[in-house]
């Protein structure tokens, strides 16, 4: 379920590995391009995006809709 084309995708951005120190904003960058539907692994349909974020415990979490 948690996979690209299951039922909640998840991490289609490919994770946070070598963010250096800008923790998230990639990922936040990922869900904008979710929802505007031009994303490398982008998920048909995409209307609300989840994104959390932090160092080792996520500590802030926002919430995309279009």
Known sequence: ???TGGLLPLNTG??????AYVHGFNLINEG???LRGT???QVP???TCLVTAGEGV???????RS
Do not use: I, M, N
């Not at 490919?14 to 963010?19: A, F, K, P, Q, V």
């Not at 996520?58 to 995309?64: I, V």
């Open 14 to 19: 490919g994770g946070g590995l070598s963010e």
């Open 1 to 3: 379920a948690l996979e």
């Open 58 to 64: 996520p500590t802030s979490a926002l919430l995309l």
């Open 45 to 47: 349909g995409a209307s």
């Open 39 to 41: 994303s490398t692994a």
């Open 32 to 34: 904008v391009r979710q």
